[in-house]
């Protein structure tokens, strides 16, 4: 088997996980640092870029809400970031989901790609559908790098979206609990989401909760080194940015 090495890369996505560096952007950084120029782009714009969509030399990979575009693309990937749950994402979204999936494997040209063996496992067992393989998370280099000496942990930390699958509407009463015992804790919670405002009302009576939005990597990377627990309650993410 010759090796396919692709003239460009289109990767639909953006910053979803809360400001940690994004599964888009890990990607493209990987691509660029292999020579290989990649462009990340929203899922909705996919259609504008029908040339390079049809074209085999350039590699796409497809996020979930653009996999609509799978059946007209030569040489595309379909990321499969977990499997659907009815009861963590309601009934509409989970059938959404699984049928963007099945969309992938029915179309020539696209292989669906899982980012972990679990995800895989139930995507098969449970969904009867084909999954091509299994690439892990891309991970941005500045997580990597040494955390400085001497700075202290006293941060519970969540990171990602706020949305009801993370279950944060479950924790943060716990974690505010244990802040009033705990006086040398803060809690920070960054990303954004639907969710934002009935969780800030859940810590409204607790002022070492901070809420910060959305943040660049390098400020992210800030807090988690600050961090002494970190903490997330999505029962479907089978190997999520945020945790690694």
């Known amino acids: 088997m010759t090796e396919f090495r692709p003239r460009k890369v289109l990767i639909t996505g953006g910053r979803e996980e809360g400001g940690v560096a994004s599964f888009a952007e890990g990607l493209r950084t990987g691509f660029s640092a292999l020579g290989i120029p990649a462009t990340v782009i929203p899922p909705g714009r996919i259609l504008l870029h029908w040339k390079e969509l049809r074209d085999p030399s350039v590699l796409k990979i497809l996020s979930t809400t653009a996999v609509f575009a799978a059946p007209l693309a030569r040489r595309a990937v379909c990321m499969a970031h977990g499997f659907p749950r009815p009861d963590a994402q309601g009934w509409v979204k989970a059938l959404a989901v699984a049928g963007s999936f099945?969309?992938?494997?029915?179309?020539?040209?696209?292989?669906?790609?899982?980012?972990?063996?679990?995800?895989?496992?139930?995507?098969?067992?449970?969904y009867n559908l084909r999954v091509d393989a299994v690439i892990h998370n891309p991970l941005q280099a500045i997580f990597s790098e040494p955390r400085p000496p001497g700075e202290s942990r006293n941060y519970i930390t969540y990171v990602g979206r706020l949305i009801p699958a993370k279950n944060l509407h479950r924790i943060l009463?716990?974690?505010?609990?244990?802040?009033?015992?705990?006086?040398?804790?803060?809690?920070?919670?960054?990303?954004?989401?639907?969710?934002r405002?009935?969780?800030?009302?859940?810590?409204?009576?607790?002022?070492?909760?901070?809420?910060?939005?959305?943040?660049?990597?390098?400020?992210?990377?800030?807090?988690?080194?600050?961090?002494?627990?970190?903490?997330?309650?999505?029962e479907t993410e089978a190997l999520g940015l945020t945790y690694l």
């Open 102 to 126: 099945k969309v992938a494997n029915l179309s020539s040209g696209c292989r669906l790609v899982a980012v972990s063996h679990y995800a895989a496992v139930h995507l098969r067992a449970v």
């Open 173 to 195: 009463p716990a974690i505010c609990e244990l802040l009033e015992s705990e006086k040398g804790l803060r809690a920070c919670v960054i990303g954004d989401g639907p969710q």
């Open 197 to 234: 405002a009935q969780l800030e009302a859940l810590a409204a009576g607790s002022p070492r909760v901070e809420f910060h939005g959305t943040l660049p990597p390098e400020k992210v990377r800030e807090f988690l080194r600050k961090t002494r627990v970190f903490v997330s309650g999505c």
